[in-house]
């Protein structure tokens, strides 16, 4: 089994000095060595993760038919149900290979920017609405989640920049 690198976000954001140092040195290495870790002490609330899990176990727990009525309403649509058989993740490299057995739901950002980004292409694409299933709780449950993992992204961004002297 490979292991992965731990990377304590926590005690990044409490450190000073020569201990932070630290921290910077060791979060460069994991990335540029590894190219990938694990973030422990995030402080996200288990009470937000658990509620999440909840209800996408909820939502994939439901008849394809159920699903279906929030199905993404074209390809490359990028927002709502996609089921099995459906994408070839192998396609995005150029092979040629039979179609994924996974199904998924995607939801995307919360807001739309005041500031449109440059690329007009790519702001309509971020910004489709998402297709909300109607379970009792899906919404909230995924928005909480969704607000605390932009948080923590930009608490991750910001120990990236340190750690590359961008800040």
Same mark, same amino acid.
């Given at each position: ?60 727990? %439901?008849? @394809?038919?159920? /699903?279906? +009525?929030?199905?993404?309403? =074209? ?6 149900? *996609?089921? &099995? ?25 919360? %807001?739309? @920017?005041?500031? /449109?980004? +440059?690329?007009?292409?790519? =702001? ?6 998402? *297709?909300? &299933? ?34």
């Amino acid at each position: 089994m490979v292991s992965l690198p731990v990377f304590n976000l926590g005690g990044f954001e409490n450190s000073t000095g020569t201990s932070r140092k630290s921290y910077c040195t060791k979060l460069d290495k994991f990335c540029s060595e590894i190219g990938f870790l694990l973030i422990e002490n995030h402080a996200v609330p288990d009470k937000i993760i658990e509620s999440q899990w909840s209800a996408v176990k909820q939502f994939f727990s %439901q008849e @394809p038919d159920a /699903k279906m +009525k929030v199905s993404v309403p =074209y390809p490359g649509y990028p927002y709502g149900w *996609i089921g &099995p058989n459906k994408e070839a993740l192998a396609a995005s490299k150029g092979e040629k290979t039979p179609p994924d057995l996974k199904e998924s739901f995607n939801g995307g950002p919360l %807001q739309t @920017p005041t500031k /449109k980004i +440059k690329d007009g292409r790519a =702001y309509e694409f971020c910004y489709q609405p998402t *297709i909300w &299933p109607e379970i009792d709780g899906f919404k909230e449950a995924w928005t909480n989640y969704y607000l605390e993992m932009e948080k923590l992204a930009a608490r991750i961004m910001s120990a990236f920049a340190e750690a590359l002297n961008l800040e």
